[in-house]
């Protein structure tokens, strides 16, 4: 049986404040101490890990604001496993135009797209995990918190995190509101 440790990565400081236009102050130490649990955990079962899939790329300029999951995913590299993005890069333009839409112009429509284009990255990132996880193989996916993949039955599903990042997003919404 195919396994997924499956880590909804924290947000970066940019995606919280562009979800929300604030950071709250605790966010710097919230976060570390959320990469360091993911850490830990993927630590005790690194040497059964075969595949880690991003929606990010490592060695790039790119991983600079994802550092938490980017230094997971470096000493997982050291190790020989094979790194493979997840996320087709031009759906992912695509949601972020979507996002920056529905901030400018938001609308029941945009909403829609959004949800649409969401849906058909959900698939894609559960379509290459299906095809390119090996059978009784382990695999580690890093993806961003909104986005929420159904995976096939056949697999088991690990999830890995000390607390969802979007429960995190949305309290601080709520506070601000009082």
């Known amino acids: 049986m195919k396994t997924l440790v499956y880590v909804p990565r924290m947000f970066t400081r940019d995606e919280f404040k562009d979800l929300v236009d604030t950071v709250p102050p605790d966010f710097d130490r919230t976060s570390e101490d959320f990469w360091q649990y ?3 955990r993927v630590k005790a079962v690194a040497r059964r890990i075969r595949c880690v899939y991003t929606d990010f790329t490592p060695h790039t300029e790119d991983t600079a604001p994802v550092t938490g999951a980017a230094a997971i995913v470096e000493s997982l590299m050291e190790t020989g496993v094979t790194v493979q993005a997840a996320v087709d890069p031009l759906h992912a333009a695509e949601a972020a135009a979507w996002r920056e839409m529905m901030r400018t112009t938001p609308s029941p429509m945009v909403r829609d797209l959004y949800e649409e284009c969401l849906s058909e990255v959900s698939q894609h990132v559960r379509d290459v995990i299906d095809q390119t996880l090996e ?3 382990m695999g580690v996916l890093f993806l961003h918190p909104l986005l929420k993949v159904t995976f096939p039955e056949d697999m088991r599903i690990i999830t890995m995190f000390p607390f969802d990042p ?9 506070r601000r509101r009082q």
């Open 38 to 40: 993911v850490r830990e």
């Open 135 to 137: 059978d009784d193989g």
């Open 166 to 174: 979007q429960d995190y997003l949305n309290r601080h919404q709520v």
